[in-house]
């Protein structure tokens, strides 16, 4: 007994165009940016590492202009990230502020 010619995967008739997926921008994490920018931020916060903390900086605005509209953040807002990250290069920099005011040298 043969199968049914709709059953056999080798005819014509079962073949079926391959088309890939559609990947869109909306579809993308955008809370990539915020992670690296905490992470980057507390880094440079505890070993002193002001390169870091720019990083952290720019990276934290990258997120805030990438933002949606309904973002409601597993990290929180991407401004208060920016915030984090301005305030801890405001604490690095804070000591050479306060000494060039004052004319203590560190």
């Not at 008739?13 to 391959?18: A, L, N």
């Not at 990539?32 to 720019?58: D, E, H, K, P, Q």
């Not at 990438?66 to 604490?91: E, H, V, Y």
């Given at each position: 007994?043969?199968?049914?010619?709709?059953?056999?995967?080798r005819s014509p008739d079962s073949i079926v165009d391959y088309k890939p997926e559609v990947k869109r921008v909306e579809d993308?994490?955008?809370?990539?940016a915020g992670f690296i920018a905490l992470v980057c931020s507390i880094v440079g916060l505890m070993?002193?590492?002001?390169?870091?903390?720019?990083?952290?900086t720019?990276?934290?605005v990258e997120s805030f202009?990438?933002?949606r509209a309904?973002?409601?953040?597993l990290?929180?807002?991407?401004?208060?990230t920016i915030l984090f990250s301005i305030l801890s290069l405001l604490m690095n920099y804070l000591p050479e502020i306060v000494a060039a005011y004052?004319?203590?040298?560190i």
């Amino acid at each position: 007994m043969t199968p049914p010619p709709h059953a056999d995967p080798r005819s014509p008739d079962s073949i079926v165009d391959y088309k890939p997926e559609v990947k869109r921008v909306e579809d993308d994490d955008p809370d990539v940016a915020g992670f690296i920018a905490l992470v980057c931020s507390i880094v440079g916060l505890m070993i002193r590492n002001r390169t870091s903390l720019w990083i952290g900086t720019v990276f934290a605005v990258e997120s805030f202009l990438n933002q949606r509209a309904s973002d409601g953040g597993l990290l929180g807002s991407p401004a208060a990230t920016i915030l984090f990250s301005i305030l801890s290069l405001l604490m690095n920099y804070l000591p050479e502020i306060v000494a060039a005011y004052s004319g203590v040298k560190i």
